[in-house]
């Protein structure tokens, strides 16, 4: 466990000085861990706010705090344990089940639920599958078929696709809509051909087999920035010296092998500097350091060509009363994928009404539609599912678009994920972008910010945390990988 209070180094030791360009989720897990090392860091951030893309922003004119849902898994373990140290683990909510509505001629629509039995892992979802209305047995055995491709581990290689696999594992097609790819969508943000069954494989193995505290799903119960907060009271404990509406517009190597860094008219030095920004302004800091010739012979230029930026819009809708029972559900056979109760999962009382989150990710479609005919066509695709939510009155909404809310895990992508350390002595990179092993996720940002902190240390793995163990005869199968 990392400590929460400023380590004390030895008389004789120079602290690091370390400056976090970037307050998203990787710089602050970054600029956490080394401050909790002892080292003296600051963070500058260009925004007036932190948390990057987990942001949530007072709207001008609807008097509602927005933001996008995020979601966890049980298997997030850094972002768990960042989230605990800052001892606001009670503001996640946690569920152990899944409900997918299917919408039905003339009647309301189908539930299936996906829980844990008494059974153990990794069949302590099966009865539950079994039982499940949106799927025959056909297409239960074509999944029973594909998730035992994951039960060791998932694949080492991210160059198959997913479109592949689906094909080359003859998956039924209603398998498809009604498993594979709310799930892969849901969690990657693109079609199968841009995700690559390395990442897939891994949330298939995490959420379904695994165990079952792997596969929970745990909701930040307050809007982001809120949630976040508690996270920046504990980098400021540490005694980080955190900055906003501080952009940082170049960096470069002194003389003495420090690094200098540009924000406003001002200058810093630190012996070390950790990018923490998102790929675009990543290019952008380092192309000047390659163009100036510094350690030539290694490779000093990321190639950011590979990428490809994924949309996600959101639809956000405040009613007079309440409009269903349930928490969050996954949305099949619609454009809306997800459906986040959002007054139930804060603790609403019932009289102020109800606001929903309709989510839509892999939304390109949607960035070329005005906001008007979103919301049209979102709110005729939620009546096929809350069919009573026509008895009950709109008060307000708003949508919200996010064009580059993640990166794709493309067939191919690892070998263009750059690690932390870059050849540049001093100078270190973090991001959800950068190498993981984890998709475009808040997991995957900590990890970033956990992994460069770790090479500013010369140990790489000083501040992670310990993955959860597999449970039942999960714990057999793993050994045999
Ligand atoms: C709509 C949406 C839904 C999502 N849903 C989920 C989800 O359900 N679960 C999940 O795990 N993840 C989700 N994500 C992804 C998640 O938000 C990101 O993976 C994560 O926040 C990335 O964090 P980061 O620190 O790597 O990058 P960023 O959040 O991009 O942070 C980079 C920071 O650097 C700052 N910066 C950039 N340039 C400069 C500069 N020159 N000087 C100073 N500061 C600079 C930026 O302002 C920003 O604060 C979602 C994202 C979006 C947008």
């Known amino acids: 466990m990392l400590s929460t209070t400023p380590q004390r180094r030895a008389s004789d030791a120079p602290s690091t000085d370390v400056i976090v360009v970037g307050a998203g989720i990787a710089g602050l897990a970054a600029a956490v861990a080394l401050a909790s090392d002892g080292a003296i860091v600051k963070v500058l951030e260009r925004r007036p706010f932190i948390g990057g893309r987990a942001y949530s922003y007072p709207h001008p004119t609807l008097a509602e705090t927005l933001d996008s ?21 009670w503001s996640i909510r946690w569920y152990n089940k899944l409900c997918f509505l299917e919408p039905t001629a003339n009647a309301d629509p189908r539930r299936s639920w996906i829980a844990p039995t008494f059974l153990p892992a990794p069949a302590h979802q099966s009865l539950s599958f079994l ?44 398998a498809i809509r009604h498993f594979w790819e709310p799930v892969v969508v849901g969690a990657l943000n693109d079609s199968f051909d841009n995700c690559s069954m390395k990442y897939a494989g891994k949330i298939f193995h995490e959420s379904f087999l695994r165990s079952p505290q792997a596969g929970r799903l745990g909701i930040p119960a307050k809007p982001l920035t809120e949630f976040f907060e508690p996270v920046v009271k504990l980098a400021r404990r540490l005694n980080v010296g955190l900055r906003t509406n501080s952009g940082v517009t170049a960096i470069a190597q002194t003389a003495n092998g420090r690094w200098s860094v540009r924000t406003g008219e001002e200058e810093l030095e630190a012996s070390s500097v950790i990018l923490a920004t998102d790929l675009r302004q990543t290019e952008r800091l380092m192309q000047p350091l390659a163009a100036s010739g510094t350690s030539l012979d290694k490779q000093t230029h990321f190639d950011f060509s590979h990428f490809t ?55 390109w479609p949607e960035i070329h ?69 984890w998709p475009s996720t808040m997991e995957g940002a900590v990890r970033s910010g956990r992994l460069a902190a770790g090479a500013v240390t010369g140990d790489r793995q000083q501040f992670l945390a310990p993955e959860l163990p597999a449970t039942g005869l999960m714990r057999l199968l793993s050994r045999l990988r």
């Open 69 to 89: 849902q995020h979601v966890v898994l049980g298997c997030c373990t850094n972002f768990l344990q960042l989230i605990e140290q800052a001892g606001t683990s």
């Open 369 to 437: 539609l005005s906001r008007q005919q979103i919301l049209a066509e979102a709110l005729r695709e939620l009546e096929l599912f809350l069919p009573r939510i026509r008895q009950a009155k709109l008060l307000k909404s708003a949508v919200l678009k996010e064009a580059r809310a993640t990166f794709s895990v493309t067939p191919g992508l690892d070998a263009h994920r750059p690690p932390q350390l870059t050849a540049y002595p001093g100078l270190y990179v973090a991001g959800d972008w950068t190498a993981t092993d």
């Open 131 to 174: 039982r499940a209305p949106m799927l025959d047995w056909q297409d239960k055995l074509s999944i029973a078929r594909g998730l035992a491709h994951f039960l060791r581990d998932y694949p080492a290689s991210d160059a198959e696709s997913m479109a592949t696999w689906l094909k080359r594992t003859h998956q039924t097609s209603r």
């Open 309 to 363: 930026a994924a949309p996600i819009t959101t639809i956000h809708l405040w009613y007079d009363r309440e409009v269903t029972d349930l928490d969050h559900a996954v949305l099949l056979d619609t454009r809306i994928q997800w459906l986040f109760a959002k007054s139930r999962i804060r603790g609403w009382k019932p009289e102020r009404g109800s606001y929903l989150e309709l989510v839509i990710s892999s939304s």
